[in-house]
Protein backbone atom coordinates (compact mmCIF):
# COMPACT_ATOMS: atom_id res chain seq x y z
CA UNK A 1 0.00 0.00 0.00
CA UNK A 2 1.59 3.21 -0.71
CA UNK A 3 0.91 5.80 2.10
CA UNK A 4 0.71 8.66 0.07
CA UNK A 5 -1.99 7.65 -2.01
CA UNK A 6 -5.15 9.67 -1.76
CA UNK A 7 -6.08 12.68 -0.13
CA UNK A 8 -2.60 12.62 1.41
CA UNK A 9 -0.96 14.17 -1.49
CA UNK A 10 -2.38 17.30 -0.96
CA UNK A 11 0.41 19.61 0.08
CA UNK A 12 0.81 21.41 3.19
CA UNK A 13 2.94 24.26 2.21
CA UNK A 14 2.69 26.45 -1.25
CA UNK A 15 5.07 26.55 -3.96
CA UNK A 16 6.26 23.08 -3.35
CA UNK A 17 9.07 23.88 -1.08
CA UNK A 18 9.57 22.46 2.21
CA UNK A 19 7.97 23.64 5.21
CA UNK A 20 10.25 25.88 7.12
CA UNK A 21 10.41 23.40 10.29
CA UNK A 22 8.89 19.86 9.43
CA UNK A 23 5.78 19.92 10.64
CA UNK A 24 6.03 22.51 13.54
CA UNK A 25 3.73 25.73 12.34
CA UNK A 26 4.91 29.30 13.73
CA UNK A 27 1.83 29.42 15.71
CA UNK A 28 1.98 25.79 17.61
CA UNK A 29 1.83 25.61 20.90
CA UNK A 30 5.83 24.59 21.68
CA UNK A 31 4.61 22.27 24.39
CA UNK A 32 2.58 20.08 21.70
CA UNK A 33 4.00 16.59 20.32
CA UNK A 34 4.16 16.19 16.78
CA UNK A 35 3.93 12.51 15.72
CA UNK A 36 4.91 11.80 12.28
CA UNK A 37 5.42 8.85 10.11
CA UNK A 38 7.56 8.03 7.18
CA UNK A 39 7.51 4.88 4.86
CA UNK A 40 10.93 4.48 3.25
CA UNK A 41 12.34 1.83 0.67
CA UNK A 42 16.09 1.95 0.95
CA UNK A 43 19.21 4.12 2.21
CA UNK A 44 18.86 7.12 0.29
CA UNK A 45 14.71 7.54 0.88
CA UNK A 46 15.93 7.07 5.07
CA UNK A 47 18.56 9.65 4.47
CA UNK A 48 16.27 12.40 2.43
CA UNK A 49 14.16 12.22 6.02
CA UNK A 50 16.61 11.60 8.75
CA UNK A 51 19.44 14.16 7.62
CA UNK A 52 16.79 17.04 7.02
CA UNK A 53 15.04 16.08 10.33
CA UNK A 54 17.83 16.12 12.38
CA UNK A 55 19.74 19.02 11.19
CA UNK A 56 16.97 21.31 11.75
CA UNK A 57 16.82 20.25 15.39
CA UNK A 58 20.80 20.91 15.62
CA UNK A 59 20.46 24.46 14.18
CA UNK A 60 17.43 25.25 16.82
CA UNK A 61 20.16 23.74 19.37
CA UNK A 62 17.28 21.09 20.21
CA UNK A 63 18.48 17.57 21.52
CA UNK A 64 18.16 14.86 19.04
CA UNK A 65 18.24 11.16 19.77
CA UNK A 66 18.08 8.72 17.24
CA UNK A 67 17.02 5.11 17.68
CA UNK A 68 17.43 3.33 14.64
CA UNK A 69 18.81 0.29 12.99
CA UNK A 70 22.83 -0.33 12.99
CA UNK A 71 23.31 -0.06 9.84
CA UNK A 72 20.75 3.21 9.34
CA UNK A 73 22.67 4.63 11.82
CA UNK A 74 26.17 4.13 10.40
CA UNK A 75 24.62 5.50 6.88
CA UNK A 76 23.49 9.00 9.21
CA UNK A 77 26.67 9.29 10.77
CA UNK A 78 28.58 9.08 7.40
CA UNK A 79 25.96 12.12 5.88
CA UNK A 80 26.06 14.02 9.40
CA UNK A 81 29.86 13.99 9.25
CA UNK A 82 31.28 16.33 12.12
CA UNK A 83 28.00 17.13 13.59
CA UNK A 84 27.09 13.81 14.26
CA UNK A 85 29.36 14.11 17.51
CA UNK A 86 25.94 16.57 18.97
CA UNK A 87 23.75 13.51 18.25
CA UNK A 88 22.25 10.87 20.64
CA UNK A 89 22.48 7.70 18.78
CA UNK A 90 21.28 4.35 20.13
CA UNK A 91 20.22 1.06 18.57
CA UNK A 92 15.96 1.01 18.47
CA UNK A 93 16.12 -2.34 20.26
CA UNK A 94 17.70 -0.24 23.60
CA UNK A 95 14.91 1.71 23.97
CA UNK A 96 12.36 -1.26 25.07
CA UNK A 97 11.46 -4.30 23.14
CA UNK A 98 7.65 -3.65 24.83
CA UNK A 99 5.31 -0.40 24.79
CA UNK A 100 5.25 0.45 28.20
CA UNK A 101 9.54 -0.16 28.00
CA UNK A 102 9.27 2.55 24.91
CA UNK A 103 6.95 4.86 26.56
CA UNK A 104 9.13 5.12 29.48
CA UNK A 105 12.60 5.14 27.21
CA UNK A 106 11.27 8.36 24.90
CA UNK A 107 9.99 9.84 28.36
CA UNK A 108 13.25 9.39 30.39
CA UNK A 109 14.95 11.30 27.38
CA UNK A 110 12.70 14.03 28.12
CA UNK A 111 13.26 14.49 31.32
CA UNK A 112 17.20 14.48 30.46
CA UNK A 113 16.57 17.89 28.90
CA UNK A 114 14.40 19.62 31.11
CA UNK A 115 15.59 23.13 30.18
CA UNK A 116 14.88 22.79 26.13
CA UNK A 117 11.66 23.50 25.36
CA UNK A 118 11.41 20.83 22.01
CA UNK A 119 13.29 17.63 21.95
CA UNK A 120 13.37 15.64 18.42
CA UNK A 121 13.08 11.88 18.37
CA UNK A 122 13.64 9.56 15.26
CA UNK A 123 12.13 6.48 16.66
CA UNK A 124 12.17 3.14 14.62
CA UNK A 125 10.13 0.86 15.81
CA UNK A 126 10.94 -2.79 16.85
CA UNK A 127 9.19 -5.21 14.62
CA UNK A 128 11.83 -8.61 14.45
CA UNK A 129 10.57 -11.89 16.41
CA UNK A 130 7.47 -9.97 17.55
CA UNK A 131 4.61 -12.43 17.98
CA UNK A 132 0.79 -11.28 16.37
CA UNK A 133 -0.21 -10.62 19.76
CA UNK A 134 3.17 -8.28 20.89
CA UNK A 135 2.34 -6.83 17.17
CA UNK A 136 -0.88 -5.56 18.13
CA UNK A 137 0.01 -4.54 21.30
CA UNK A 138 2.70 -2.08 19.60
CA UNK A 139 0.35 -0.49 16.96
CA UNK A 140 -1.85 0.32 19.93
CA UNK A 141 0.95 1.74 21.47
CA UNK A 142 1.81 3.85 18.56
CA UNK A 143 -1.57 5.21 18.70
CA UNK A 144 -1.57 5.87 22.22
CA UNK A 145 1.55 8.20 21.89
CA UNK A 146 -0.67 10.55 20.99
CA UNK A 147 -2.32 10.90 23.51
CA UNK A 148 0.32 9.51 26.48
CA UNK A 149 2.75 11.68 25.24
CA UNK A 150 0.99 15.46 24.74
CA UNK A 151 2.22 18.18 25.87
CA UNK A 152 5.76 16.93 26.39
CA UNK A 153 7.36 18.91 23.46
CA UNK A 154 8.39 15.94 21.62
CA UNK A 155 8.91 16.13 18.08
CA UNK A 156 8.91 12.40 16.73
CA UNK A 157 9.26 10.72 13.48
CA UNK A 158 8.50 6.89 13.57
CA UNK A 159 10.26 5.29 10.65
CA UNK A 160 8.47 1.98 8.58
CA UNK A 161 11.09 -0.14 6.18
CA UNK A 162 8.20 -1.12 3.70
CA UNK A 163 11.28 -4.12 2.78
CA UNK A 164 11.18 -5.68 5.70
CA UNK A 165 7.58 -4.73 7.27
CA UNK A 166 4.65 -6.77 6.12
CA UNK A 167 1.84 -4.75 4.33
CA UNK A 168 -0.63 -4.87 7.02
CA UNK A 169 1.99 -2.91 9.66
CA UNK A 170 2.78 -0.86 6.67
CA UNK A 171 -0.85 0.10 6.04
CA UNK A 172 -1.28 1.25 9.64
CA UNK A 173 1.11 3.60 9.78
CA UNK A 174 -1.49 5.92 7.91
CA UNK A 175 -3.94 5.15 10.92
CA UNK A 176 -1.68 5.52 13.94
CA UNK A 177 0.41 8.96 12.40
CA UNK A 178 -1.55 12.37 12.37
CA UNK A 179 1.32 13.14 9.92
CA UNK A 180 3.16 11.55 7.43
CA UNK A 181 7.21 12.61 6.00
CA UNK A 182 8.83 12.11 2.68
CA UNK A 183 11.96 13.51 2.59
CA UNK A 184 10.89 17.05 3.86
CA UNK A 185 7.38 17.20 3.05
CA UNK A 186 4.93 17.02 5.81
CA UNK A 187 1.11 15.80 5.24
CA UNK A 188 -1.69 15.63 7.18
CA UNK A 189 -2.56 11.48 6.74
CA UNK A 190 -6.12 11.53 5.60
CA UNK A 191 -6.09 7.79 7.20
CA UNK A 192 -5.17 8.73 10.92
CA UNK A 193 -8.08 6.91 13.39
CA UNK A 194 -8.25 8.45 16.75
CA UNK A 195 -6.54 6.46 19.34
CA UNK A 196 -9.33 5.05 21.36
CA UNK A 197 -11.00 4.28 18.29
CA UNK A 198 -7.94 2.95 16.86
CA UNK A 199 -7.45 0.26 19.66
CA UNK A 200 -10.99 -0.45 19.74
CA UNK A 201 -10.71 -1.87 15.95
CA UNK A 202 -7.15 -3.08 16.02
CA UNK A 203 -7.58 -5.23 19.29
CA UNK A 204 -8.94 -8.86 18.90
CA UNK A 205 -11.37 -9.46 21.13
CA UNK A 206 -11.01 -10.86 24.33
CA UNK A 207 -11.42 -15.05 24.38
CA UNK A 208 -13.47 -15.88 27.78
CA UNK A 209 -11.88 -17.14 30.74
CA UNK A 210 -11.61 -21.32 30.92
CA UNK A 211 -14.41 -22.85 32.97
CA UNK A 212 -12.12 -24.42 35.02
CA UNK A 213 -10.16 -20.78 35.80
CA UNK A 214 -10.19 -19.85 39.57
CA UNK A 215 -12.26 -16.90 40.84
CA UNK A 216 -12.32 -14.58 43.55
CA UNK A 217 -14.41 -11.68 44.27
CA UNK A 218 -12.70 -8.73 46.47
CA UNK A 219 -14.91 -8.34 49.60
CA UNK A 220 -13.02 -5.32 51.18
CA UNK A 221 -10.32 -6.89 52.70
CA UNK A 222 -7.45 -6.36 50.63
CA UNK A 223 -4.77 -7.98 52.46
CA UNK A 224 -7.07 -11.27 52.47
CA UNK A 225 -7.45 -10.56 48.85
CA UNK A 226 -3.61 -10.39 47.91
CA UNK A 227 -3.07 -13.72 50.17
CA UNK A 228 -5.33 -15.45 48.29
CA UNK A 229 -3.89 -14.48 44.99
CA UNK A 230 -0.93 -15.47 45.79
CA UNK A 231 -1.90 -18.81 46.79
CA UNK A 232 -3.39 -19.28 43.77
CA UNK A 233 -0.45 -18.18 41.41
CA UNK A 234 1.56 -20.96 42.99
CA UNK A 235 -0.89 -23.57 42.80
CA UNK A 236 -1.01 -22.72 38.95
CA UNK A 237 2.43 -23.01 38.55
CA UNK A 238 4.17 -20.23 39.33
CA UNK A 239 6.83 -20.11 41.96
CA UNK A 240 9.29 -18.05 43.94
CA UNK A 241 10.06 -14.45 42.92
CA UNK A 242 7.97 -14.70 39.50
CA UNK A 243 5.49 -15.52 41.87
CA UNK A 244 5.69 -12.98 43.97
CA UNK A 245 5.52 -10.17 41.33
CA UNK A 246 2.73 -11.52 39.59
CA UNK A 247 1.14 -11.51 42.44
CA UNK A 248 1.76 -7.61 43.58
CA UNK A 249 0.89 -6.56 40.11
CA UNK A 250 -2.82 -8.23 40.47
CA UNK A 251 -3.01 -6.99 43.76
CA UNK A 252 -2.28 -3.62 42.28
CA UNK A 253 -5.20 -3.43 39.45
CA UNK A 254 -7.65 -5.07 42.40
CA UNK A 255 -5.92 -2.36 45.04
CA UNK A 256 -6.26 0.63 42.96
CA UNK A 257 -10.39 0.28 42.61
CA UNK A 258 -10.86 -1.23 46.27
CA UNK A 259 -12.08 2.49 46.97
CA UNK A 260 -14.79 2.57 44.41
CA UNK A 261 -18.10 1.50 44.05
CA UNK A 262 -18.98 -2.28 43.29
CA UNK A 263 -16.38 -5.45 44.16
CA UNK A 264 -13.49 -6.46 41.56
CA UNK A 265 -13.79 -9.54 40.81
CA UNK A 266 -10.53 -12.03 39.47
CA UNK A 267 -9.90 -14.86 37.36
CA UNK A 268 -6.83 -16.90 37.23
CA UNK A 269 -5.86 -19.92 35.06
CA UNK A 270 -3.27 -21.50 33.15
CA UNK A 271 -2.57 -22.06 29.49
CA UNK A 272 0.65 -23.52 27.80
CA UNK A 273 3.38 -21.26 28.34
CA UNK A 274 1.87 -18.95 30.83
CA UNK A 275 -0.39 -17.69 34.09
CA UNK A 276 -3.35 -15.29 32.60
CA UNK A 277 -5.62 -13.35 35.10
CA UNK A 278 -8.66 -11.11 34.78
CA UNK A 279 -9.26 -9.02 37.14
CA UNK A 280 -13.29 -7.12 36.06
CA UNK A 281 -13.55 -3.84 37.76
CA UNK A 282 -16.88 -2.09 38.18
CA UNK A 283 -15.56 1.10 36.33
CA UNK A 284 -14.84 1.98 32.97
CA UNK A 285 -10.99 3.29 32.49
CA UNK A 286 -8.75 4.77 30.15
CA UNK A 287 -7.31 1.89 27.62
CA UNK A 288 -3.88 3.58 28.11
CA UNK A 289 -3.89 4.34 31.42
CA UNK A 290 -0.14 3.37 32.89
CA UNK A 291 2.00 3.76 29.93
CA UNK A 292 2.88 6.38 31.50
CA UNK A 293 5.87 6.89 34.02
CA UNK A 294 4.59 7.88 37.67
CA UNK A 295 5.63 11.40 38.57
CA UNK A 296 6.16 13.01 42.03
CA UNK A 297 2.04 13.81 42.39
CA UNK A 298 0.56 10.10 42.78
CA UNK A 299 -2.43 9.27 39.98
CA UNK A 300 -5.06 6.12 40.07
CA UNK A 301 -2.67 4.91 37.17
CA UNK A 302 0.51 4.43 38.88
CA UNK A 303 -0.44 0.88 39.89
CA UNK A 304 -1.00 -0.27 36.56
CA UNK A 305 2.33 1.62 35.33
CA UNK A 306 4.23 -1.09 37.86
CA UNK A 307 1.91 -3.95 36.81
CA UNK A 308 2.22 -2.91 33.15
CA UNK A 309 6.44 -3.31 33.80
CA UNK A 310 5.84 -6.89 35.98
CA UNK A 311 3.29 -8.39 33.12
CA UNK A 312 4.60 -10.08 29.74
CA UNK A 313 1.26 -8.24 28.49
CA UNK A 314 -1.39 -6.33 29.84
CA UNK A 315 -4.29 -5.42 27.75
CA UNK A 316 -7.51 -2.71 29.27
CA UNK A 317 -10.84 -3.25 28.00
CA UNK A 318 -13.22 -0.75 29.35
CA UNK A 319 -16.69 -1.45 28.25
CA UNK A 320 -20.28 -0.40 29.06
CA UNK A 321 -20.35 -2.34 32.41
CA UNK A 322 -17.34 -1.32 33.80
CA UNK A 323 -13.52 -2.84 32.74
CA UNK A 324 -11.44 -5.70 32.15
CA UNK A 325 -7.72 -5.72 32.88
CA UNK A 326 -5.89 -9.08 31.78
CA UNK A 327 -2.49 -10.06 32.79
CA UNK A 328 0.07 -12.11 31.26
CA UNK A 329 2.98 -13.83 32.84
CA UNK A 330 5.24 -16.93 31.47
CA UNK A 331 4.73 -20.18 33.41
CA UNK A 332 7.88 -22.08 34.10
CA UNK A 333 8.73 -24.84 31.43
CA UNK A 334 7.12 -28.23 32.80
CA UNK A 335 9.95 -30.60 33.80
CA UNK A 336 10.75 -33.76 31.83
Known sequence: MDPWSGDDRERTGGGGRPPAVMGEGDG???SAFVHQGCVYGGEDEFLRMAVPFITE???????????????????????????AHRV????????????????????AYRHRHPRDERVRILAEPVWAGHTPRQV????????????????????????YDSRTMPAPIVANVRCTHPQLVHGTDV??????????????????????????AVTLEFRGDLGRMRHAIVLETAALGLLG???????????????????????????????????????????PLDPFIGLHPPTLDPTPGDGFWLARQICD??????????TIVRLHTPSPAPRT
Open 28 to 30: MDR
Open 57 to 83: GLERDEPVLVATTVANIGSVRAALGRR
Open 136 to 159: EAWECMESALNTVLGGTGIHMICP
Open 241 to 283: ERMMIFSAAVGEIVGGAAGGSGHPAVALWAQPGEVVCDVRLPV
Open 187 to 212: RPSGGYVQPVAFVRRRAAPLPSPPRD
Open 313 to 322: HLDVRPGSDG
Open 88 to 107: DFGETGAFGRRPQQRVAAFT
